[in-house]
Structures are given as C-alpha cells and as structure tokens.
C-alpha cells in the first residue's frame, strides 16, 4: 500500500525526474527517476575504465574484448554508475532545498524491488525527516533564576567532620561498633568440618538476629552464627569464607566464630601533617584557618552547583522557547534501521525520549553559538580536559595531584574520541551557557541548602 500524500510536487534538478511526495507536516518522499539516458556515460566511463586494467588469462592488458568485460563487470558498472547518479541528485536537492534534516536519506518503506539489468529505467523512493526551524529571540525581557546557597554552620560542622574521617585511620578497639570491623577465625566440627582463619567482617553489612552477636563482641569472644543468614549477598560470603561463589551451596552453614580483634575506625585529629594532607603544604596552620579553608571549599561547591542548576534552566527555558517539533515516528524508524544489530527496537523505544531531548538541545545550542558568534578553540577543550580530570580525582580525595601528571592525563583523554567528544558537548554547553548569561536577566534568590536541594 502506498503512502498517504497531502501534497505532490514535480521538481527537476540537472534534468533528472523528481517528485516530492509530503507525507505529513515533517517528513517527505522523495521519488527520483533515474532513466538509462542518465547513467548511459558514467556505465560507458566505467566499463572503459575496467577494460584498460583488467587482467585477464589469455588477453594482454587492455585488449580484453568489451564483451567479456560487460559479463565480468557489467553488474557492478551498472550498480555503481546508478548510485552515484541517484546520490548526486539526493545532494543536489537537499542543497537546494535545505532544511534541518535529521539523518540521511531512509529507503522508503514501498520501494519496489529493483531488477538491476543494463538499459532499464529506475525507480528510486527515499524518505527524508526534518526539523522545524529555529528562530527566537534572546534578551534581558528573558528572566531566570540565579540560586545564592547560604552556608550554615551545620554544613561547616559536617564537612570537617567528614574530611577528618576522610584521612582517618583503622586502629585497635575494644568493642566492635556498628561502623567497625572484626577479624574472626570460623571453624565448624565434624567429619567435613571447614575452618576459616583471620576472615574480614564488616559489622554494619551483618544482617538479621546475627548482628545482635557482632555488636559491641570484644577479642576472644565466642558464639555460633548461620552465615547464610546473617551474610545474604554470596559474593560478600564466598569472599569472607575464602571459596569460590560456586563452591557456596556444598557448605554447612553454621560456623563457630572466634573474634581475634576488633579494628575500629577513627578519624584524624587536627595537625599540620592532616591540614597539609587536606589542603595542600602550609596552606592551612590552625583550627581558625581550618573552618575558613572548610568554607571557601562549601562556597565553591555551592557555587558549582547553582552554576549546574542555571545551566539547567537556561537550557529548560530555551528549548521551550524554541518550540521545535521533530519527526518523532521517523527518528525512532532511522535509529532502529541504523543501529540494526546493534540494539532492539525495544532498546532504542527505551532511550528514544532521552535522545529526542538531547538532540533538540544540540540544535539550540548550535543556534545560540551561532547566534552569537561562539567559537570552540583547542585551549578550551585542553583547559575542559584538565577540570575534568581534576575532579575525578577530587572525588577520590586526592586534590594534591603534580600539575604535569594532570596535564598528562588530560591529553590523554583528548586522543580518546568518545571522551573528546564529551569534552566537546561540554564546552559547548559552558560556552553557550556564558553567552546567555550576558544576554538574559539573571534574578539572584538566596536559599539554604535544604531549599536548593528541594527545588523541582
């Protein structure tokens, strides 16, 4: 059954037969007649073309008979010299028809088969998906939100704490607590009896009525515990019984647990060795310049993380202001198409409104930048690169790293395409990001924390 058209047209280009068939508001067919006129030259150049090199038993180079080259070659001449037809006038009309096309040319669902035989006319049907076009104004009419995260003394008090436990250390204790660690020696009785010395249990991942037995236990103490109970996740317990995962379900349960030691976690006490740990050599000398060091670090993290929200509603504001309307049906059809073999059309349903999303922001952001002239230059995906791999350390705790072994690493990350093409979207976005905030009213609000983090 053939398309529904609500509008037909005829169109020629570089005398080829075209006819645009609109099949709804954002996709069109597009119907290219190649006739044997139009590829009768590039199948004669072709042809020649393999005559001069062929090689063929019995012929000396170039002297092959045109006959036997059409059998050996003919197909493929005729195929070839088609296609580049066919897709020099899918190029020339696009140019000369320009609109955001999404894509490439898709074959159209009732393209009839083609019988590739030398002199034949053709027929060729191609579906062709587009955006609606954008076109919006920007300016200081446009008001957005810009969130000031006070700093309470709350948050001071529990980011020193945390950083304290962060360069804390394990240390003998005397009764094990819900964040602490026992060493234990297991061991059972009887014919097929399995001992398990100095195993490693950490006492807040003991679950049920066995935990009562791990609380507040002391080096020495004895009691019996079902491990199959008490250490639910098998890979957590083939690791604390010294086992392979498989080797689980052939053991007796119920062990004799011997505790050997306790192993408590304790933070680290405030000290030079700990501040210049934290913050770098001789940054920091004392308690007073410690909670000052704590809250620049608070003002910095609140800053980063207002800048992501405004990000965010810039982003949000725009794309809705654009109004862009997308070939949704045509889109999911392409992907599945393209990505055949790769994912199920079940896979590509799933992430379909995430890609439809991000894609409508790309063609903002490309008419921002363009808009305002924005440029992405190598310097600023070199200096992208290294805040990125500065802060995958930070979130490890690890802020003293050498400048150079972090210049190493972020050049790294540029020669690997996937992560250079991250880099790329994430200039884009800080750049088109500046460029607004210079062209919008941005509306300070001050809030706490806990009403920032609650924002819808």
């Not at 027929?123 to 191609?126: D, G, L, M, P, W």
């Given at each position: 059954m053939g398309k529904t058209v609500f509008q037909r047209e005829n169109i020629e280009i570089q005398n080829m037969n075209i006819t645009k068939n609109q099949i709804d508001e954002l996709v069109e067919q597009i119907v290219i007649k190649v006739e044997a006129a139009d590829y009768a030259a590039e199948e004669e150049k072709y042809l020649k073309s393999a005559k001069r090199t062929a090689d063929f038993k019995g012929f000396r180079k170039g002297m092959v008979p045109m006959s036997l080259v059409k059998r050996v070659y003919g197909e493929r001449a005729l195929v070839e010299s088609v296609n580049k037809v066919l897709s020099d006038a899918l190029n020339d009309y696009m140019r000369n028809n320009p609109k955001p096309y999404f894509g490439e040319p898709m074959a159209s669902d009732d393209q009839e088969e083609i019988v590739w035989e030398s002199g034949n006319d053709f027929?060729?049907?191609?579906d062709l998906g587009y955006a609606t076009p954008i076109d919006f104004s920007i300016s200081k009419d446009d008001k957005i939100p810009v969130y000031e995260i006070g700093i309470s003394e709350e948050a001071v008090a529990e980011m020193k704490s945390n950083m304290l436990s962060q360069m804390g250390t394990q240390q003998e204790g005397e009764k094990a607590g819900e964040e602490d660690f026992l060493i234990v020696d297991l061991d059972q009785e009887g014919e097929n009896a399995k001992k398990v010395e100095g195993a490693y249990v950490a006492v807040r991942n003991v679950e049920g009525k066995a935990k009562k037995k791990f609380l507040g236990a002391k080096a020495g103490d004895t009691f019996?515990?079902?491990?199959?109970?008490?250490?639910?996740n098998e890979t957590d317990r083939a690791a604390m019984l010294k086992v392979k995962k498989d080797e689980l379900e052939g053991i007796d349960p119920v062990f004799n647990v011997k505790v050997v030691n306790v192993k408590t976690f304790v933070p680290a006490a405030e000290s030079q060795e700990t501040y210049d740990a934290l913050f770098g050599e001789d940054k920091v000398h004392n308690s007073e310049e410690f909670e000052a060091a704590v809250r620049e670090r608070l003002a910095e993290n609140y800053r980063q993380e207002a800048d992501y929200r405004l990000s965010n509603d810039l982003r949000a504001y725009f794309t809705s202001k654009a109004g862009v309307k997308l070939p949704a049906d045509f889109i999911r059809k392409f992907l599945v198409k393209s990505n055949e073999g790769k994912f199920t059309p079940e896979q590509v349903d799933a992430e379909l409104p995430q890609f439809l999303t991000d894609y409508t922001w790309r063609r903002v952001r490309e008419y921002i930048l363009d808009k305002y002239s924005v440029k992405i230059e190598q310097k600023d995906l070199e200096s992208a690169a290294l805040a990125r791999v500065s802060y995958q350390y930070a979130m490890y705790g690890l802020s003293n790293i050498p400048e150079q072994f972090l210049r190493d690493a972020a050049k790294k990350m540029l020669e690997d395409e996937s992560q250079a093409d991250v880099i790329y979207s994430m200039v884009e976005d800080k750049k088109c990001?500046?460029?607004?905030?210079?062209?919008?009213?941005l509306d300070p609000q001050a809030v706490t924390v806990e009403e920032f983090r609650n924002l819808q």
């Open positions: 027929t060729f049907k191609f019996t515990v079902n491990v199959n109970e008490a250490f639910t990001t500046d460029a607004l905030k210079e062209n919008v009213t």
